[in-house]
């Protein structure tokens, strides 16, 4: 069955593209043009997959995200005229699962929408029974379910699999380029301050959480996970 994807951009004309490029590749489309609208059409039928511009009139796309996380984890897919990094913070703060900045390239959009649904199609047919623990952080693929200290933790899907990466390898420190293969594919560019928002984003949900210490900063290397409260 092909994928459902609806497209919230008050530009008809980006509206077009991008419909025009997700239906090229196999995807069923639903654009709107507001926030309101795109909250009415997820109410009427909900889709796989949300792009949602940020920068809408009325109600913008991160109250829309906002509004749409009180009661489903839709994927969502910001889209912004600006590359702003408190955008980008704030889009995945929000539940956001990627953002890509205007002007775009349709193949790449289309790229990182694969990227997410396959994700979200592998969270809930995850075979994998192993289960990963460091620490007090607990993390099930076959349930998709992560915890601290028995607190479970919503994290998006591409916050899950760089999370599930950095226990995989404990001990290990990880490159930008090592974090990101765990949740991107290989043909697709992630700038540095998309790696950091979503490290930002998993120590900030992390500490809510109880653990201050989740994932370390090795200064001119990458990351590594922390003793999670060991």
């Known amino acids: 069955m092909p994928h459902n994807i609806l497209v919230a951009d008050d530009d008809p004309h980006i509206r077009e593209i991008i419909c025009f490029a997700l239906e ?75 953002y890509v900045t205007k002007p775009f390239s349709p193949r790449e959009l289309v790229a990182r929408v694969n990227v997410i649904l396959r994700r979200a199609r592998q969270a809930p047919a995850e075979s994998d029974e192993r289960q990963f623990s460091h620490g007090r952080l607990v993390l099930v693929p076959a349930s998709h379910s992560a915890s601290f200290e028995g607190k479970e933790l919503a994290l998006t899907g591409i916050e899950f699999a760089i999370l599930k990466g950095f226990l995989a390898r404990p001990s290990h420190v990880l490159a930008r380029d090592a974090v990101m293969a765990n949740a991107y594919a290989a043909n697709i560019h992630v700038a540095d301050r998309t790696v950091d928002s979503h490290i930002r984003n998993l120590r900030a949900k992390l500490a809510a959480a109880g653990c201050s210490d989740a994932i370390e900063t090795v200064h001119g290397v990458g990351f590594r996970l922390g003793r999670c409260g060991a």
Do not use: H, N, Y
């Not at 940020?54 to 906002?66: A, F, K, N, Q, S």
């Open 24 to 98: 090229k590749a196999g995807m069923k489309t639903v654009s709107v043009s507001d926030g309101a609208a795109a909250l009415q059409a997820i109410e009427r039928r909900a889709p796989d997959l949300v792009v949602l511009d940020i920068g809408m009139p009325e109600m913008d796309g991160l109250e829309v995200c906002r509004r749409l996380r009180q009661r489903s984890d839709v994927p969502v897919l910001f889209l912004s005229a600006r590359d702003e990094e408190i955008d980008r913070i704030l889009g995945l703060e929000m539940g956001g699962d990627d």
